[in-house]
């Protein structure tokens, strides 16, 4: 978890970072202990407006795959200067057409240990077609929870940050310490290519 003013700092960093061309706009960017997940926005492809549904999707396909195979290069410049400041993997992903496309991003593995009623769950949606396996389901089951919940999701991450920013604060802290908006140290080091 990071505080607003951290993730400011990092979308900020990207935003003059990234090449002035490569997205219409920088629509989002996500970040957990892992991973951070940059979002732009691309050209829809044009067409007439009497176009078939098939053709419009076949379009924003090939849209994307275009500038997934075009950008490969300057994205991954980006990402490793990204991965070595900020000790996270980078994923891409862009929005075309109201549409949103994500590239290879990470698929971290989580630990937990569920009580027989809870497997039973994944076991039934198993089952019933729904997942493949106890992991899928899983990942399912939580898709589900923030699809119906992200109003109270949004306001438990609000009181987190201020949970950090008063932690901060406490006794331990040094005066002029604010937090860093990176885990890493600012050195102007660039990594050998």
Known sequence: MITSEQRE????????????DLFEELTEITVDREEITVIGRIPAPRLAEDSPATEREAALESRVQEFRERTREDRM????????????KVSWGVECGGQRT????????????LRQPERQVLDTLIAGGVARSRSDALAWCVRLVQRHTDDWLAELRDSLEHVQ???AQGPDAEP???????????DDTKDQE
């Open 9 to 20: 700092k990092l979308r900020g960093w990207f935003a003059g970072r990234l090449p002035d």
């Open 77 to 88: 410049a980006v990402a490793r200067e990204a991965e070595h400041r900020f000790r996270r």
């Open 102 to 113: 994500l590239f290879t991003h990470v698929a971290a593995p989580v630990m937990t240990r």
């Open 165 to 167: 920013r008063v932690r």
């Open 176 to 186: 002029d310490a604010t937090p860093r908006a990176d885990d890493t140290h600012d």
